[in-house]
């Protein structure tokens, strides 16, 4: 069975939602979701998250993401960018890079904000970027998806997403594309394992 990784990181919870339906769509097209996140950062050494977190998604390893057939990456928007627990966790991969570990494994983002305009899209592309360079195939959303044209909140062709203005829950259009986008990773790692 082919394997989709959701690897998130989430500091309110929309994030996570979303990778809770993401991981709902990839085992409904009948691939294994493997629901991963990653510690906390900060200067102060005494700051840093444990190994292990009491509750929640496990802290994903190096070994997770070598032994996924498809990977869909998440993190809230910081600044138009993702989030730094994630960023540091990807900076961590050059072995991987070296070994050429994600070369053509499928590969899709997602993102949440607290704002319309809070840089979702941009958040989306420099997601993108590094898994560009792991030589991954990069999958969006196609208009196809019907919600796409009708969402007054989130998601985008460049993948899904949530707008959590003022603690909003997911909306319905969000769901159903989150759902979507793990369909088709799942999907495409099915077809390409």
């Given at each position: ?95 991987i890079w070296l070994k050429g570990a ?41 208009y196809t998806e019907a919600e796409l ?18 603690g909003q829950s997911l909306s319905s ?21």
């Amino acid at each position: 069975m082919a394997k989709v990784l959701v690897l998130y990181y989430s500091t309110n919870g929309s994030t996570k939602a979303l990778a809770e339906h993401i991981a709902s769509g990839v085992e409904l097209a009948g691939a294994e979701a493997i629901v991963r996140t990653v510690p906390k950062v900060s200067t102060e050494v005494e700051a840093i998250s444990a190994a292990i977190p009491n509750t929640g998604d496990l802290y994903a390893s190096k070994q997770d993401i070598t032994d996924c057939d498809g990977l869909i990456l998440g993190s809230p928007t910081r600044f138009g960018n993702m989030a730094a627990p994630l960023k540091y966790f990807i900076d961590s991969w050059s072995d991987i890079w070296l070994k050429g570990a994600l070369v053509n494994k499928p590969a899709a983002v997602f993102t949440s904000s607290s704002s319309l305009h809070g840089g979702q899209e941009t958040t989306l592309l420099t997601m993108m970027l590094p898994l560009l360079h792991h030589g991954m195939i990069i999958s969006g959303l196609p208009y196809t998806e019907a919600e796409l044209h009708d969402t007054t909140t989130g998601g985008s062709p460049y993948g899904a997403s949530h707008v959590d203005f003022k603690g909003q829950s997911l909306s319905s259009d969000e769901i159903a594309l989150a759902r979507a986008l793990g369909k088709r990773i799942a999907s495409l790692s099915i077809r390409l394992a």
